[in-house]
């Protein structure tokens, strides 16, 4: 080392030696000054072009993050379908092994009786007027009444 130091100071003189290391580190201080003001210049563009690339990092993970979401909400929503199917059906079964009546059946059921009330009701009327030979209300009950006698009030004293 102290060989470049003389190579350096020339003429071998300390003074000039003193003098080349004074140089030298004013000139690594400027270069260090320089590095600062170089990185504090870009630092700025840096940091801005990181905040860009942050957003952009953060834009595409919540997309993908939303993409997951949803297949995983659609695959649950169709594995409870599928549960509440399996569910509805052996409810379904246990009701007809015990031969309990279904909605359908009890349906059915009502209109069918809605038709006989339907029927029952013109065939009450056509009897009636058959019976009534064509009389309708209290002159129809009268003659469907059997006749009888009225006794007379001085029979009984």
């Known amino acids: 080392m102290g060989k470049k130091l003389n190579e350096l100071a020339g003429d071998g003189s300390e003074t000039h030696l003193v003098q080349t290391i004074r140089d030298s580190a004013a000139n690594i201080w400027l270069a260090g000054l320089g590095a ?6 870009e ?3 840096l940091f801005e072009a990181l905040v860009k690339e942050g957003e952009a990092v953060q834009n595409r993970t919540s ?3 939303q993409e997951a979401i949803g297949d995983v909400k659609s695959k649950a929503t169709g594995t409870w379908d599928k549960l509440e ?3 509805v059906d052996r409810v379904a079964r ?3 092994s015990l031969d309990v009546p279904t909605k359908h059946d009890i349906d059915a059921l009502s209109k069918r009786v809605h038709e006989l009330t339907k029927v029952a009701e013109k065939l009450s009327a056509k009897l009636d007027e058959d019976s009534d030979g064509g009389k309708t209300g209290e002159a129809a009950e009268d003659a469907s009444k059997p006749a009888t006698k009225k006794a007379s009030p001085r029979a009984h004293s």
Do not use: D
């Open 36 to 41: 600062f003001a170089k990185a504090q210049e």
């Open 63 to 65: 997309k993908q993050a």
């Open 43 to 45: 630092g700025g563009k």
């Open 94 to 96: 246990a009701l007809h």
């Open 85 to 87: 199917q399996v569910f």
